[in-house]
């Protein structure tokens, strides 16, 4: 793997929050994807008291060679008691903001969805409805029954990652369409306007700035809200080389740019995932609802 530059370096935030983190995830027998996909970002989130929670399994449908989860043709059999524990253990923590996200599940019939709707339900029966829920779902091969399973349990935010531009998707996401992602997020800001809509992407994986900035333009026009970019890092071996690491002045641009589209919100930097933010939800929230989405 190649070397990284200076500004990759994410500082090691949390060692006791972490070890306690993983303590409660592992006696509730759920997964975070903090951990399962290695975000560089999980320390820092540890110590603030928040995880991303990863359903239905640990192992993929899909191959995407950026990603660091592992892939089986033969998945096991989803937990029905998962929802209730993702529940239980959100109130533990005492989480306002509640992230949850999964691997692609093409055996199922509705790809899962059913089981994201179960999930909502039963955080906010066991924590109430003022908790804020983000559910970062897979683009249920753009079943809209699928998707209306979700978006009818009104989810604070849908976010679902278009992860690179439409050039690479054959390379980075072959079995994965950029139309069909975008038509997801299209679907779901026309079906439910009120559902805040947010997706991410990773550069560093051979895109120009042109190319970035037209999928800037692609998101704002079907209506996402919010945007995160980050650079790509080689997770293992096997998942693909970086191409190019990209200047923390070249995230300030697409920041710029991004504010310009009038995105709500834009979080951009080498070092960003799609569920990290800069800011707390409810200011980001507030102060949208001062001028309107």
Same mark, same amino acid.
């Given at each position: 793997m190649q070397r990284k530059p200076s500004w990759l370096k994410a500082e090691m935030l949390g060692a006791s929050h972490t070890a306690n983190m993983n303590r409660l995830i592992s006696r509730y027998k759920l997964q975070t994807v903090c951990e399962s996909a290695r975000c560089p970002n999980r320390g820092e989130c *540890?110590? +603030?008291g928040s995880a991303v929670f990863l359903i239905m399994g640990d192992e993929c449908t899909r191959n995407c060679s950026f990603c /660091? !989860? +592992?892939t089986t043709k033969n998945p096991l059999p989803l937990d029905s008691d998962e929802p209730k524990r993702v529940a239980e253990l959100t109130k533990e923590i005492g989480l306002k903001h509640v992230i949850i996200t999964s691997v692609t599940r093409d055996d199922l019939e509705d790809g899962g969805a059913?089981? *994201?709707a179960r999930t909502i339900r039963e !955080?906010? +029966?066991?924590c109430g409805e003022s908790i804020y829920i983000e559910v970062l779902t897979p683009d249920f091969m753009g079943n809209t029954s699928a998707i209306n399973a979700v978006i009818n349990e009104k989810p604070t935010i849908f976010n679902h990652n278009l992860e690179t531009i439409k050039r690479l998707y054959s390379k980075i996401r072959p079995q994965a369409?950029?139309?069909r992602s975008l038509g997801l997020l299209k679907y779901v800001k026309e079906n439910i306007p009120e559902i805040i809509t947010k997706t991410g992407i990773m550069v560093g994986l051979g895109e120009t700035d042109e190319e970035v900035v037209t999928l800037m333009k692609d998101t704002r026009e079907a209506g996402v809200n919010m945007l995160t970019i980050g650079q790509y890092l080689q /997770?293992? +071996?096997?998942?693909l080389p970086v191409k190019e690491f990209i200047h923390p002045e070249i995230f300030r641009q697409y920041k710029e740019k991004g504010e310009d589209m009038e995105f709500l919100y834009v979080e951009s930097g080498p070092l960003v995932r799609s569920s990290y933010y800069s800011l707390d939800l409810e200011t980001i929230i507030n102060n949208e609802g001062k001028r309107g989405m």
């Open positions: *540890f110590e +603030k /660091a !989860i +592992k059913e089981h *994201f !955080i906010r +029966k066991v369409d950029y139309n /997770a293992t +071996k096997q998942n």
